[in-house]
């Protein structure tokens, strides 16, 4: 039985925007979906390695909850883990798109990121 957003985090409201931000709003989450959609990063350690420097705990936690909420999954064993997007997690693709698109618009970025950022997004 699949569970619904109520069984797995405290909803705020029933707006579909607030909902999604239940889900994915916290500051590392997205970029985890990022680094695999987008750079093939599919172990702890290279998501370790990403430029935002994100702490072995919060990595940690963030993986175990986008396991749970069915964004990504995993093969392997404890020690070597490979994980992969699922369908719900690649359905993120266009958000992510857009949230890049308003970034680059509206924010001082990085010049040799957003050339691979529109090479591999194909913007």
Not at 20 to 38: A, E, F, N, Q, T
Not at 94 to 102: G, K, Q, Y
């Amino acid at each position: 039985m699949k569970k619904s957003i109520d069984q797995t985090i405290k909803k705020r409201s029933d707006c579909p925007i607030s909902c999604s931000l239940d889900l994915v709003g916290d500051k590392w989450s997205l970029l985890i979906i990022r680094d695999m959609l987008y750079l093939g990063k599919t172990t702890y350690n290279e998501f370790l390695s990403s430029k935002e420097t994100i702490s072995t705990n919060i990595l940690n936690d963030r993986l175990i909850q986008l396991t749970k909420d069915g964004f990504i999954t995993f093969t392997g064993s404890a020690k070597r883990k490979k994980y992969e997007l699922t369908k719900k997690g690649l359905d993120l693709k266009p958000v992510l798109e857009s949230i890049a698109l308003f970034g680059m618009k509206y924010s001082i970025a990085d010049k040799e990121f957003l050339k691979h950022v529109k090479k591999t997004m194909k913007l």
